[in-house]
């Protein structure tokens, strides 16, 4: 943002954001978050015994994988700046036994770690909200022990009908609030890598088809999106006028078994030298 050099403006309109979203993110509809989640640890990859971090952890769809595949004798630290992620993603790791896991408020720009402290540093979805992108990968490189891996997930293909919401909400919202970089080609994200410091830079591409119920279903889960500040913001009428119009839509894209929606990601690593 304009006359926002350290970020603090953007970051206060995420946090706001993130937090309300919190209670349902990635719990409504397909888990797509948590698909992806799986698929950048197995990318990393995450190693048992090892020390990971996971930066903007949001509900744990990275995090919990990574407390799977460290096991007992690692541990997985996730951070987040909406203290609602934190309290309700932490809440999630006691309930499910993970004592090697634990959850941070921190901001992604400034690591509250020593230097070398993990071996494996992952991010998923959060790299385009970061104001200086730059700085949080300087900071992944520093806290990295030489040798390790940073991976991050971005997003790289999204459905028509999500592109057509963005569209009808477009008067309502103000995505500059909350992106950045959008790093959605391989060769701006290897170059982010490559510029922090990192080799051996390595990027996929990937695709997965989700499958949602019925139109009230793909409904609902755009409350737990950032699409979510502009639904709000709509007078009971719109609101109904945009979801008739929505619910068009689906209806002709729909299936019998649901409504398919495509979303793809990039994946990308690098490695610290060891030397």
């Keep these: 943002m304009e006359g926002d050099p350290d970020g603090n403006a953007r970051k206060h309109s995420l946090v706001a954001a993130y937090s309300r979203l919190a209670p349902d993110y990635d719990r409504i509809g397909p888990r797509l978050f948590s698909h992806f989640g799986q698929r950048l640890v197995e ?9 990971v971090l996971d930066v903007a952890a949001g509900r ?13 004798q690692g541990r997985a630290i996730g951070i987040d700046l909406a203290d609602a992620m934190v309290q309700l993603t932490a809440a999630d790791l006691h309930r499910h036994g993970l004592r090697q896991a634990a959850m941070r408020r921190m901001d992604a720009e400034h690591l509250l770690f020593e230097d070398q402290s993990f071996d494996v540093v992952l991010c998923g979805f959060a790299l385009h909200h970061f104001p200086r992108p ?8 520093r806290v ?3 040798g390790g891996t940073a991976a ?4 790289a293909e999204r459905p028509a009908l999500f592109a ?9 919202e103000d995505l500059a609030r909350f992106l950045t970089t959008p790093f959605d080609t391989p060769d701006d994200l290897e170059a982010a890598l490559r510029q922090a410091g990192f080799v051996e830079v390595r990027v996929a591409r990937e695709a997965a088809d989700f499958v949602y119920a019925d139109e009230e279903e793909w409904w609902a889960s755009n409350w737990a999106f950032l ?13 109904q006028q945009v979801k008739t119009a929505a619910f068009e839509q689906v209806r002709g894209v729909k299936r019998p078994d649901g409504m398919h929606q495509r979303w793809g990601a990039l994946l990308a690593a690098g490695t610290k030298a060891r030397h």
Excluded: I, N
């Design 164 to 172: 057509w919401l963005r569209g009808a909400l477009k008067p309502y």
């Design 144 to 146: 990295l022990r030489p």
């Design 152 to 155: 991050v997930t971005t997003w």
């Design 227 to 239: 699409q979510r500040e502009a639904l709000d913001r709509l007078a009971p009428a719109e609101l």
């Design 134 to 141: 730059a700085q949080a990968l300087a900071e992944f490189f």
């Design 43 to 51: 990318f990393a990859p995450v190693r048992p015994g090892t020390a």
């Design 60 to 72: 744990g769809a990275v995090l919990f994988p990574a407390a799977a595949r460290v096991g007992e």
